[in-house]
């Protein structure tokens, strides 16, 4: 055992093992995540220090940013919690209901993560669009999707969607059907029994995918733009902004905008993590 | 009827957990509200995918594929792929290998770490390595003397695509080959097979449904990636133009069948993308 620490050179780094490879496979990795993700990630966070405090400050709350911001978070805020209901719904039918189709259905569930965001664009624009299959139905009623926030959202709703669904689905297969039975023979009413059983169990979840799909929205681009109207300050979204900004060559302001917005996904992950530890430590407290 | 016994099914029906007209009614309601839900947000958008593609008839949509700017999209986004997945699939197998293998320091912050592309915008994806190597970035004026193009050209592509893509297979392995364990490795180890061996006769069959799954969702991802690659291609016509993008530029000159004929390619291959996916799931892979 020691001769194994001795000859890997890491003793205290790591445990010894009789498995080869731990060199290479380790270096392998740290070289390839170094390379591709973490220096070009610290190449934005220096590009960003590179401005002077005042500047900085200056770019990230420019009123052409806040009002990206707002629609950002906002849209996404929204998106979020409409899922919050119809994701817990379709996790719902999925879980409980035997119909027909209920197989297929599962499986096109995932499939706003497969389709490309520029597709999703195009064709949410082509249905919400004043002429389109559903914007037409909606026109005479003075709702107009396509190019206005509404639409921004529901293009940031469609692609989230399936964070939710796919969050709360096991956590709702592993509500125990014989406490939902318990509770109705000892008199509880169906109210009472969701708000008693099943959502104790499936929150945590519902929390996650809440938090997942909104850091998704967040950051999405490709299928928003075609349906976003693109004006500034109106339906404007932060990652549209940045792009702007690189394409005029303002490479510090494009940074600093970018910061402000790994800033936040950094926060997402924290929050996702937090959660995740949190569901997992009352599931294991219901003493099963 | 009144004052008669109640028959033996009478009295079944009021126990707990029997279906009662409110159990029925509240059965269809979830499932009106999901298929509505899904119809509006994702089916009509996969259908206008094709009725556009095909709107003026079989003919013109085979035309749009002799568009020799549609077919060097094409060609770009193979040549993209065909590096992007081979090297993130063996970025995925090295690092499921040092981190489920092993013990070591330092191990759930490298996962955090791998995972980190996934909370972060495309937008931002792309735009590090422009930063890094724009004519503004930190190396710009070093490439541009050496007469080295990596921004809008097909290099930032494929990092930009790698950069997004980069978990995908790692974080279907790393789970798996924590929780299958190291018993056979370590068999065939202190049986005298050697590192590679005991990876390709032991490891691999064992890991190879989540292989197969890593692999599909990451080239999924990589031939529809947006906005990363958005922002490093230039959009040049022909030359740096890849399918999604390219999906963009006939758009917006209004050649709807041309933008739909390339995007119905990008939904066939997410269909595809979910039915293997969906086999790989029958074939017993469950994901964690």
Request: net charge positive; charged share 15%.
């Amino acid at each position: 055992m020691k001769a194994a620490a001795a000859e890997a050179g890491t003793t205290g780094f790591r445990q010894p093992s009789v498995l080869p490879g731990f060199g290479l496979t380790f270096g392998f990795t740290t070289f390839f995540l170094s390379t591709i993700v973490l220096l070009p990630l610290a190449a934005l966070v220096l590009m960003a220090g590179s401005m002077d405090w005042h500047s900085f400050v200056h770019t990230i709350t420019h009123p052409r940013a806040l009002g990206a911001y707002r629609l950002s978070f906002g849209a996404s805020l929204l998106a979020a919690t409409i899922n919050l209901v119809f994701g817990f719904i379709i996790a719902w039918t999925l879980v409980r209901y035997r119909f027909p189709g209920r197989k297929l259905i599962d499986a096109l569930i995932d499939m706003p993560f497969a389709l490309p965001t520029a597709v999703s664009g195009i064709a949410l624009t082509t249905v919400f669009a004043q002429n389109g299959w559903i914007g037409r139905y909606l026109e005479p009623f003075g709702i107009k999707v396509a190019y206005t926030w509404i639409g921004v959202t529901v293009a940031l709703t469609l692609i989230s969607m399936p964070f939710m669904v796919r969050t709360v689905q096991p956590a709702l297969e592993e509500v125990q059907k014989d406490l939902e039975d318990a509770a109705e023979t000892l008199g509880a009413g169906r109210f009472y029994i969701f708000r008693r059983i099943i959502l104790p169990t499936v929150l945590p979840a519902m929390l996650t995918g809440f938090t997942l799909a909104f850091a998704r929205a967040v950051g999405e681009y490709g299928s928003v733009i075609f349906i976003a109207g693109n004006l500034p300050m109106k339906t404007e979204i932060t990652p549209l902004l940045i792009v702007i900004k690189l394409e005029e060559f303002d490479y510090k302001g494009a940074a600093a905008l970018g910061v402000v917005m790994l800033a936040i996904s950094f926060f997402m992950l924290l929050a996702i993590n937090l959660l995740q530890a949190w569901g997992r430590r009352r599931l294991s407290g219901v003493g099963r | 009827m009144a004052g008669q016994p109640m028959t033996v099914q009478d009295e079944l029906a009021t126990r707990p957990g029997h279906d009662n007209w409110l159990t029925h009614i509240l059965r269809w309601m979830f499932i009106l509200i999901s298929l509505a839900f899904l119809a509006a947000l994702l089916f009509a958008p996969l259908a206008t995918v094709f009725a556009t593609a095909f709107e003026k008839g079989y003919e013109a949509y085979l035309r749009s594929f002799n568009d020799p700017d549609t077919r060097s999209a094409i060609r770009l986004t193979l040549t993209a792929v065909s590096v992007v997945v081979p090297l993130n699939t063996l970025f995925g197998l090295a690092a499921a290998w040092a981190i489920a293998k092993f013990e070591f320091r330092g191990k759930s912050f490298l996962i955090t770490l791998i995972d980190l592309p996934l909370a972060i915008s495309p937008v931002i994806s792309g735009m590090v390595y422009v930063l890094l190597f724009g004519l503004q970035g930190w190396f710009g004026a070093w490439l541009q003397e050496h007469d080295i193009s990596i921004i809008f050209a097909l290099p930032g592509i494929i990092l930009a695509t790698m950069l997004v893509t980069f978990p995908y297979v790692a974080r279907e392995l790393i789970p798996l080959m924590q929780q299958l364990g190291n018993d056979e490795e370590e068999a065939a180890i202190t049986l005298g097979a050697g590192g590679w061996m005991t990876f390709f006769r032991v490891t691999l069959p064992k890991v190879r449904w989540g292989l197969v799954y890593g692999i599909i969702l990451c080239n999924a991802r990589a031939m529809g990636e947006f906005g990363a690659v958005s922002v490093v291609s230039g959009h040049i016509r022909g030359v740096t133009n890849t399918m999604p993008l390219h999906i963009e530029t006939l758009y917006q000159e209004y050649n709807y069948v041309g933008a739909f004929a390339v995007a119905s390619l990008l939904t066939m291959l997410a269909i595809l993308t979910l039915v293997i996916k969906t086999l790989v799931e029958r074939a017993g892979y469950k994901r964690h």
